[in-house]
């Protein structure tokens, strides 16, 4: 647990006063995670502590690529020195390979983290694609329209999200699956 208190003091130190509305949406992402306990049994923490993070590269102060899953991860390695399934998860969370390539930096993501556990994966996936904006839970496909209406249809995550959305649907279904076969 004290991996996870961790995880959320420091989500909070780069979210809570600079973006709070991705503050809010993170919290409602690591409340999900929790309710996942009896699935996620003895990696429960990993995920809940990816939940608390995988947003974290948004801070200004964390921004380098503009490229949140990589700054994110990028920052938890080299200065929190956290465990590399954490800073795993925090990079490839929610189709971040799709949106890689998009951005021409697939092979920095690739290359500095390697793919977490397709399980815990689409656990973290589950938690951030049934969360909106301001950590109220809801049915993926309409957070995924929520996304989608953010950005133009040539806006790079537009085509990101619309290229990921089966596999971010499939994750979601994946652990629906689970939780409804009680773990």
């Excluded at 973006?19 to 003895?42: F, I, K, Y």
């Excluded at 995920?47 to 995988?54: E, N």
């Excluded at 799709?98 to 993501?109: I, K």
Aim: proline share 4%.
């Amino acid at each position: 647990m004290g991996h996870v208190l961790w995880a959320r003091d420091l989500a909070r130190t780069f979210l809570e006063d600079s973006l709070p509305r991705r503050w809010a949406h993170t919290q409602g992402v690591a409340e999900q995670a929790e309710s996942l306990r009896d699935v996620l049994n003895e990696d429960a923490d990993l995920v809940t502590a990816s939940a608390w993070l995988h947003d974290i590269g948004y801070a200004p102060k964390l921004a380098e690529t503009g490229f949140h899953p990589l700054d994110g991860a990028r920052y938890l390695r080299s200065v929190e020195q956290a465990d590399e399934h954490l800073c795993s998860l925090v990079a490839h969370h929610s189709g971040a390979v799709v949106e890689a390539d998009e951005r021409g930096l697939l092979g920095e993501l690739t290359g500095e983290f390697v793919l977490p556990r397709v399980d815990l994966l689409d656990a973290l996936t589950y938690c951030d694609m049934t969360t909106g904006p301001d950590g109220s839970h809801m049915p993926a496909e309409r957070r995924l329209s929520e996304i989608l209406e953010r950005y133009s249809p040539d806006d790079l995550v537009h085509r990101a999200i619309t290229r990921s959305k089966p596999d971010l649907v499939g994750a979601v279904r994946s652990v629906e699956a689970r939780i409804a076969d009680g773990g």
